[in-house]
T-cell receptor, first 112, second 113 residues
């Protein structure tokens, strides 16, 4: 089955700096890779996703890159703000849409 | 639209007790999911329902049962609760079971003593 690893587990950056979170997956058939943000005590919410037919996707300060050959994808947040502080989860969904596996999460702290 | 709703928000059970977690969505989504979230473990899929009338096991189904009552509702039942089932439970829905965005409910915090 699919296995998703995520690094780092915690990340602290100064406000205005960039943050990068990396995930690797094991199932080469996976074709959909969402990123979720979860604030303390709240539900996970989708912030960006990418499908296997593209290598990069950007939405304002957030971007995701995908390397299918190496089976890894990354979340990039530029010009970080205190409200970006949260736990971020990556996930991989296989070609059959039946195996949803999340990474263990990265706790991002943006220091003022 | 309320989106995905869950009841109850909090629950405390004693070992061996049973209970049902309720989930409903008003987005006309076909697929629904139950996850548990333990500290440092991320989200793990318990069961899912790709469409009304179907259910399938996820990564951690032992100790749980589910019912897709209709297109809107998907319940999770613990027949004999154990302390290892102490967790936060999230229900989610998506338009289909393919590469679609999942929308999460607010969660149920369950403690089993």
């Amino acid at each position: 089955g699919e296995n998703v690893e995520q690094h780092p587990s915690t990340l602290s950056v100064q406000e205005g700096d960039s943050a990068v979170i990396k995930c690797t997956y094991s199932d080469s058939a996976s074709n959909y890779f969402p990123w979720y943000k979860q604030e303390l005590g709240k539900r996970p919410q989708l912030i960006i996703d990418i499908r296997s037919n593209v290598g990069e996707k950007k939405d304002q300060r957030i971007a995701v890159t995908l390397n299918k050959t190496a089976k890894h994808f990354s979340l990039h947040i530029t010009e970080t703000q205190p409200e970006d502080s949260a736990v971020y989860f990556c996930a991989a969904i296989d070609n059959y849409g039946q195996n949803f596996v999340f990474g263990p999460g990265t706790r991002l702290s943006v220091l003022p | 639209n309320a989106g995905v709703t869950q009841t109850p928000k909090f629950q405390v059970l004693k070992t061996g007790q049973s209970m049902t977690l309720q989930c409903a969505q008003d987005m006309n989504h076909n697929s629904m999911y139950w996850y548990r979230q333990d500290p440092g473990m991320g989200l793990r899929l318990i069961y899912y329902s790709a469409s009304e009338g179907t259910t399938d096991k996820g990564e951690v189904p032992n100790g749980y049962n589910v019912s897709r009552l209709n297109k809107r509702e998907f319940s999770l039942r613990l027949e004999s609760a154990a302390p290892s089932q102490t967790s936060v439970y999230f229900c989610a829905s998506s338009p289909s079971d393919r590469d679609d965005t999942q929308y999460f409910g607010p969660g149920t915090r369950l403690t089993v003593l």
